[in-house]
């Protein structure tokens, strides 16, 4: 049988499955547990097999609460979400005054990611029990300010992003039941104060919602007063790991590292029974009995995912037809086979249905998520496929939502319009990949697609994508880049760097934006500092296109020559002759140009001529 690459890895003496087990156990692992696993999983990161692997980033770490329990926690917390942190820590208690100083070593370590650690003991100008409601909604105005301002500034003085807590309720209620109606109120006033929170914060402050996690722990677990009034410590050791799992998935979600694919089973899974056993009206799913019911609402939190931006999938050892039967047949279902981009119901190897899936959908096995009842079959997806998150589920399909949700494999913090229309562009994409099969004049295929692009700088209304699109693309990626939204903001307003995204339409629909490009002028030279384009389109001509661009902008600002660089991961080999295809040659004397270990290429632009495509452009 053959080997995943991460099994021929670690039987060469690979740490790749050491990593990937230890990850899958920082998921599930208490403080004390997660201390032990985050120095092992540091041992490893520092071998170059990982380290490639792992997205850097600079954290900074400002809070009104000791941390410095969390600290180990957290780096390992890091680690496990794809990250390779360096961390600074501000002075204890000097929050506003870190974010507001124009100098200083927070602004000297030029943070990616600033983290505001605010305890709830620690809210500035609580109201008095008494307060009206006009006197409360003052006060919730006055500590909006005092905590988004100095974010705000800081953002714009960085740009750094910002991670804001918002408040878990106190444990005391002074006013008993009664409080709840009492504007006044300590608990009531935390609610306003959050709501007002979300309502509030800009783009670049992202909310880290403690409300929540302390909701599912219960804030007697979540909070030790005990902890708090000895060592101002803002989270107990019962629930640190909690802390640390959700805000490195909140980190990893603004450089891009989240899950893309929820792959799920369908027996037992999505509905309760064997459908090729029990025939479409004997599967439970719906109102009636408490087990439809917990599998309908199991299908609505799918449904939501969905229209978030996460792409669905089946994976079932069934019969094709009969499995899809339910989804048609059913008047209780509430996903609907148009709400899945792949669909593979075969009696192979769930593991050899998951490889298919991912090169169906042009994904990495890093980016799904399998979910299936039956542990003997997430047991053997685990073990032949290590890169692929199978969490496990509990016996009672009643906590199956609560179980995946926990997982926290699809943090976002942004909803693009692309978001949204995920799962029909990929529907497109299938549409247009049909069309292609057993098509031999490639030139007439491309024509007959009637394909039109819209090529822009960056533009406002853009800069959430370009970044989501930079952040998230591996596989056509010629240097990999990781940014935030400021960089993206900063490369606009430059008018010394060249910026370019695609929009591709074709006679199945809208693409969406699909490829980005920017680069700076250096001397003489036009220099592509990021070159990468969604694989949803590939073989489409849209590199040329964006050439045909480059040399234009070239000509216009009297470059003599377009310098291009490839810098090779462990994803990226793909696009490991781009620059070669487009007529590019090796540049010996582009050391100064391209970062350590870059191939660097270079196009003269005297003589360059326009490569044919078969897209046309629009204004």
Known sequence: ???????????????????????????????????????????????????????????????????EFLRPVLEGALLAAGLNPTLHVSPYGQVSTSLLQASGPLVDFEPHVTVVLTASLHVPGFPPLTASRDEVERTVDEVCHSLIAPCVAFNERTGSEIVLNNFHPLPGRPAGNFGAKLPGDPTQFIRRLNLALSDRAPRSVH????????????????????YWYLAKQPVSFESAAD?????????????????????????????????????????QIGEGTALGEAFKAFQQYVLALKQRGVLLAVCSKNDDRIARSAFTDHPEMVLRLEDFVAFKATWRP????????????????????????????????????????????????????????????????????EDVQRTATYQVRRQSIEAATGTTDVGAYLASLDMTAMVRPFEPMAFERITQLVNKT?????????????????LASDPAAITRTVRLRDRFGDHGLISVLYGHVQADCLVVDAWLMSCRVLGRGVERLLLNELLASACARGMQMIVGCYKATNRNELVRGHYDSLGFSRYSGGDAIGSPGAEVWRLMVAGAVPLETHIATQD
């Open 474 to 490: 591996n596989q056509f990626n010629l240097t990999t880049p990781r940014v935030v939204l400021a960089e993206i903001q900063r």
């Open 243 to 283: 802390y640390c799992r959700s805000l490195a998935s909140l980190v990893g979600a603004l450089l891009g590292r989240t899950r893309k694919c929820l792959v799920l089973d369908l027996d037992n899974t999505l509905w309760g029974g064997v459908i090729g056993d029990d025939g479409v009206a004997g599967i």
């Open 350 to 417: 769930k593991s050899e249905q998951l490889r298919a899936i991912a090169a169906e959908l042009d994904l990495p096995l890093e980016a799904l998520v399998f979910v299936d009842d039956n542990p003997a079959e997430r047991d053997e997806v685990a073990r032949a496929l290590p890169e692929v998150a199978v969490p496990d589920l509990p016996d009672d399909p009643g906590a199956f939502l609560r179980a995946l949700d926990a997982a926290g494999l699809f943090e976002m913090v942004t909803l693009t319009a």
């Open 207 to 226: 909310i880290h919602d403690l409300v929540s996690l302390a909701e599912r722990r219960g804030v007697d677990a979540w909070f030790d007063e005990r």
């Open 1 to 67: 049988m053959s080997m995943t690459p991460a099994r021929e890895a670690a039987r060469h003496g690979g740490a790749t499955l050491d990593w990937l087990a230890l990850v899958q156990a920082w998921s599930t692992a208490d403080y004390s547990k997660a201390i032990s696993l985050s120095r092992r999983l540091k041992v490893l990161a520092a071998t170059p097999e990982i380290h490639e692997r792992l997205v850097p980033v600079r954290l900074a770490i400002l809070s009104s609460a000791t941390i």
